[in-house]
């Protein structure tokens, strides 16, 4: 690790440990990762007044019109079959594209690169706040260019791109002109550990030969998403953590072979899609590599950065979307004589409901603002934190509000199935809930043991 740490060449952000040390008066302060001392910058998780009006923007915005437009792009999309279905309905671009284009307009656009001069240079605690409201919108991240998988890829460009892959890749990305997907999973092994990662990639003269085989691709399937970061093991004999590559692959390359679509509980979730990739003798140039040959690991750990927590940060707005929906239910309908909110355990399940989005929310907070104080490679821990807590709990309110609605809730006549699904899945394709246990686990006995880091390099990331 010592060796790999001397190598980084990644930009840190803008911000310092150092200025953060000092409070508003400009005197130094204690950092520490689980303070509770008062005067911590840790402990203060106020939004800055300067974001505020666009926080409120962001919720007009999603409210006037992200939610009226995706409710006539669905309308448009439905009933689709076949091969139709990975393609978009006449108008659907359209529709999105016109929300896009406004978006941009009033300059609610990239807010998920902080203290970037691509995006809006927001801390990630200011963002957690947006985003939380953006969770609670299907189509809301899309159309403001902040969505998943493409925000963790453009973070990878922005930070470790040449010029040359900055302007192919990252500018069309930046405009939302093109999508992007990530390639990590493998069929054949067990992706949790990416020191596994077998898909081989050879070098022969000025061009890379891949070959491999990975499923579980999000993304892959619409025909606007046209780059893969595909990671590769491109040396087999260094050491463990310096085997993988990552490659941009783009996805029209001869030898990408879409072989269809993963399904998550049935749903084939075209046309975006989690597809399953075969990289048959695929060629590209040499210069397609990103950061350099054996770096792969380093990039995966500067994907533990913002878009790391962004899906806790949505989760959190999906959370109160679910209480909204039970709550509203239970009052609305009786049974035995009264309302379904007063039956049985059902009080408690909303004010454990409550309880629980309201300590969640202050994770996630706190999470956000430990990347904003102690950096992100520091505050890794508490990323971990929210993520083995964020998506697990979450799955629970909407499962008590599935059940509040009765046959209702496993329908296609509230978002509870769609979001309990989305949310279930959180808890494989943001790592594993083990792995965020383990690294929480490792640090708390490594207090009292002392531990290799070898451990800590291969806890890498998709989302
Ligand atoms: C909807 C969806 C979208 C996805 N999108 C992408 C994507 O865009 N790109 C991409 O590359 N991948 C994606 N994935 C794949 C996802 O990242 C992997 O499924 C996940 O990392 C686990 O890898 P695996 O499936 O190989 O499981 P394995 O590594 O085989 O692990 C299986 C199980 O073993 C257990 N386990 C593993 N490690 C430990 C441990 N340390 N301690 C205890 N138990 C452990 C866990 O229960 C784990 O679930 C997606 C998955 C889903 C469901």
Not at 249 to 255: L, R
Not at 417 to 443: C, F, I, K, N, S
Request: aromatic share 4%; with cysteine; net charge neutral.
């Amino acid at each position: 690790m010592a060796a790999l740490r001397e190598r980084r060449i990644i930009r840190p952000p803008a911000r310092t440990q150092e200025t953060d040390r000092m409070n508003a008066t400009g005197a130094p302060t204690t950092l520490s990762m689980f303070s509770t001392d008062p005067s911590d910058p840790l402990n203060d998780l106020r939004m800055s007044e300067r974001v505020r009006p666009l926080y409120e923007h962001v919720k007009r915005f999603i409210a006037e019109t992200v939610e009226p437009m995706a409710e006539k792009y669905e309308a448009l999309g439905a009933n689709r079959t076949g091969e139709d279905r990975w393609t978009y309905a006449p108008g659907q671009l359209d529709l999105l594209e016109g929300a896009k284009a406004q978006a941009k307009k009033e300059g609610l656009w990239n807010f998920f690169l902080p203290d970037s001069h691509t995006g809006q240079g927001l801390s990630n605690l200011d963002y957690a706040y947006i985003a939380s409201e953006l969770g609670k919108s299907p189509m809301a991240s899309e159309c403001m260019n902040c969505s998943a998988p493409d925000t963790g890829n453009m973070e990878v460009l922005e930070r470790v791109g040449t010029p040359e892959q900055k302007v192919k890749w990252l500018k069309p990305l930046l405009a939302g002109e093109i999508r992007s997907a990530y390639a990590m999973t493998e069929v054949h092994h067990a992706s949790s550990d990416a020191r596994n990662i077998a898909t081989s990639a050879r070098l022969e003269g000025h061009e890379w030969v891949i070959n491999g085989e990975k499923h579980y691709i999000s993304g892959a399937g619409s025909p606007r998403c046209k780059i893969l970061i595909t990671m590769v093991r491109s040396n087999p004999d260094a050491p463990s953590h310096q085997q993988q590559s990552m490659i941009l692959v783009p996805k029209d390359t001869p030898g990408v072979k879409i072989m269809g679509a993963m399904h998550v509980f049935g749903e084939d979730h075209a046309p975006h899609g989690h597809m399953h990739i075969v990289f048959d003798n695929v060629r590209v140039p040499k210069e397609n590599i990103l950061l350099g040959e054996g770096r792969g690991f380093e990039i995966s750990q500067l994907r533990l950065g913002p878009g790391r927590i962004h899906h806790c940060m949505r989760s959190i707005g999906q959370a109160e979307k679910a209480l909204t929906l039970m709550v509203q239910r239970g009052v609305a309908r009786e049974a035995f004589g009264k309302k379904l909110a007063w039956l049985g355990g059902n009080v408690e399940h909303i004010s454990r409901a409550r309880i629980d989005i309201e300590a969640m929310r202050l994770m996630v907070l706190k999470a956000a603002k430990a990347m904003d104080v102690l950096g992100n490679r520091e505050a890794r821990i508490w990323v971990h934190m929210v993520k083995a807590m964020v998506p697990e709990r979450v799955c629970q309110i909407i499962d008590q509000a599935i059940q509040m609605h009765g046959a209702l809730g496993v329908s296609q006549k509230t978002p509870l199935a769609r979001m309990y699904a989305m949310q279930r899945t959180l808890r494989l394709a943001d790592g594993p809930d083990e792995v965020h246990h383990l690294v929480v686990g490792r640090q708390e006995i490594g207090h009292h043991e002392s531990l290799s880091e070898e451990m800590n390099a291969t806890m890498v990331w998709r989302s």
